[in-house]
Nanobody, 124 residues
Framework: QLQLVESGGGLVQSGGSLRPSCEAS????????VGWFRQTPGKEHEGVSC????????NYADSVKGRFTISRNNAKNTILLQMNSLKPEDTAVYSC?????????????????WGQGTQVTVSS
């Protein structure tokens, strides 16, 4: 069973960059699409970005297009989310999720495996 662990969050000033990573174990990540979601207190998960199992299809929320880049390294069983030009409104807990043989979805309900999340805080 796929297990996911996020790392690489932290505190950064507005305009700065972070690169959270999502490391998989227990199964081969290359057969799973992966999505990054973020959540703030009292709100539901918001889809940030996703990448298909093949890596050929990526999608981004309008709020992060041009600033965030998702990539995968199947040899290392890792998904990265490069976040540039960060804004205070990007502050949230960022979680990755996996879907077996998925095409890449922005809907949390489509994902079967979830990590615990990593906190990203952007100060103004």
């Amino acid at each position: 069973q796929l297990q996911l662990v996020e790392s690489g969050g932290g505190l950064v000033q507005s305009g700065g960059s972070l690169r959270p990573s999502c490391e998989a174990s227990g199964d081969t990540l290359e057969y799973h699409s992966v999505g990054w979601f973020r959540q703030t207190p009292g709100k539901e998960h918001e889809g940030v970005s996703c990448i298909s199992a093949s890596g050929g299809n990526t999608n981004y929320a309008d709020s992060v297009k041009g600033r965030f880049t998702i990539s995968r390294n199947n040899a290392k069983n890792t998904i990265l989310l490069q976040m540039n030009s960060l804004k205070p409104e990007d502050t949230a807990v960022y979680s990755c999720a996996g879907e077996f043989e998925g095409s890449g979805s922005s809907r949390p309900i489509d994902y079967d495996f979830w990590g615990q999340g990593t906190q990203v805080t952007v100060s103004s």
